[in-house]
């Protein structure tokens, strides 16, 4: 047999057999047949594992989810804390503790809760883990599957240094003040910082976001070294300056130091104060 035989051979089979799945279907009563998910039902927590820096002091919710019908009924669900994470030093819950209920008819309850700022340049991190135990009724499950996938939730709760957050800088120019929002300052050892998009609009060019690195001297002082930005034209390509930081409010001042040079060779350095306070 011939290979174009061979070919004809099973092209003439495959239709064969194409014919033949009706009449075989109808013999044996093939039929198509939903599958319809009849529970159990559970509850869970919606947070995967994260981690927050201890800056973000806004008040958070966590989530607890009845992933199956909405029950005429009220579902109480009780969970434990634990972790290294310290209650009113790390972090404060401002709901009741260890018990979560979501309202009849309805599909979440919540943990509302706090982290505390209690920066002291000692840079490590604490665990906060909610933990559900129980849930009434009692038919509800606790987490999805056989791994109780989301029976809990873990918070990892990063520590800041001391000037390390969130900022909103203000620029007073004349008898207009300037601000500008989520001004970022970080640090990675407590002593050098780096300001990001401090400009607030100085020089006209707003569209430009140079960062600004400080010294914190330990002394609520601060250093601005000489340093290149790039964004100005020479002589102007160096800036320095110092500043303090207030722990009463947790702001920071820079003095930011701009050297020009005038047109009889006379040097005239420029200072633009601008005032950080930390977003809350």
């Known amino acids: 047999m011939t290979f174009n035989q061979y070919l004809k051979q099973l092209n003439g089979g495959l239709r064969l057999a194409a014919a033949l799945l009706p009449v ?3 013999s044996v009563a093939c039929e198509k047949k939903e599958i319809i998910f009849e ?4 509850v869970r927590f919606t947070r995967p594992d994260t981690t927050l820096r201890e800056s973000y002091t806004k008040p958070m919710r966590l989530s607890v989810h009845n992933a199956g019908p909405q029950l005429p009924e009220p579902i109480t669900v009780r969970y434990l804390v634990s972790g290294n994470a ?36 000692i840079i490590s991190s604490q665990d906060l883990v909610f933990t559900i135990t129980e849930v009434t009724p009692a038919r ?14 873990r918070i990892n709760i990063a520590d800041e240094c001391i000037l390390s957050g969130a900022y909103t800088a203000a620029f007073q120019a004349g ?6 929002e989520k001004i970022s300052i970080t640090s990675t050892d407590c002593r050098e910082y780096r300001v990001s998009d401090w400009n607030v609009g100085l020089f006209g060019v707003n569209a430009l976001k140079p960062d ?21 034209s020479a002589p102007r390509d160096t800036i320095r300056g110092d500043g303090f930081f207030n722990p009463s409010d947790q702001s920071v001042t820079l003095n930011i130091q701009l050297t020009l040079e005038l047109e ?6 420029v200072i633009y104060t601008l005032n950080y306070r930390p977003d809350r």
Do not use: M
């Not at 529970?39 to 559970?42: A, E, F, L, N």
């Not at 509800?140 to 939730?153: M, P, Q």
């Open 212 to 232: 600004l690195v400080f010294i914190d001297n330990g002394d609520n002082s601060i250093t601005i070294a000489a340093q290149r930005e790039d964004f100005l």
């Open 39 to 42: 529970g159990p039902h559970y």
């Open 86 to 121: 310290r209650e009113g030093i790390d972090y404060r819950i401002l709901s009741e503790k260890g018990k979560v209920v979501i309202p009849a008819n309805q599909s979440f309850g919540y943990v509302d809760l706090q982290l505390i700022n209690n920066a002291n340049n």
């Open 140 to 153: 509800l499950r606790i987490g999805f599957g056989s791994g109780e996938i989301g029976k809990t939730s």
């Open 175 to 180: 008898n207009q003040t300037i601000t500008k």
């Open 24 to 26: 075989l279907c109808a």
């Open 264 to 269: 009889d060779s006379r040097d005239t350095t």
